[in-house]
Structures are given as structure tokens and as C-alpha cells.
């Protein structure tokens, strides 16, 4: 008993943030033009050289800055500029995904 409880919460938590800094980016479709993101430019928030002294002032605090960085960016469509993009794995993804694959298709 004691502190176990306490430590092991602290190392679930930073693993979850782990989880959230390090993933990758779904691939993203565009609402307006119809255009397939993989690899879209984001307006980030925050500055890498604060995410860089967060992380030798103590690991938790870079790795917050950066999960919040990474979570409040917002895509913008390489073909349109708008930041109209949504996960393409999305319901509405997958419905505009599959529209303009059969457009494509010859009838
Ligand atoms: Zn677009």
C-alpha cells in the first residue's frame, strides 16, 4: 500500500500524453473541394523552442505543452487553404470519400 497508487497514475497519465504528443496524423478529406490530405499544413499554436526548454526543465511539463500544441492546431487543405478538413476515417469522411471515388468511376 502507500504511495503505489499515486505513482502508478502518474505513469498511466504520462504515457497517455506520450500517446497524444507522438501519434500520427489521420489522414484528412477536405469538406469544400474534395481533396485527400495526407500530410496537411497546420497554423500550430505555441513555439518549438518552448516545447524544446519545457522538456530540460522536466519532462511532464514539455510533454503537455506539446500535446496541447499538437491537439489545438488546426489542418489547412493543401489544395483550397481553408481549414475545412476532416478525418477521413470520420462518418462524414467516409460518405465524401466514397461520393467522389464513384464520380471518378465511368458509368
Ligand atoms: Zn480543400
Redesign the pocket.
Known sequence: MGNHGGWILFGVCLLVLFAVAMRDDPVRI?T??H?VNKDPKTGMHGSGWVTFWLLCIGILPGLVYMAWRRSTRTPI?Q??G?S?LIPIDSPAGVEISRKTTSERLPH
Open positions: 477536405c469544400r473541394c481533396a487543405c489544395s483550397c481553408q475545412t
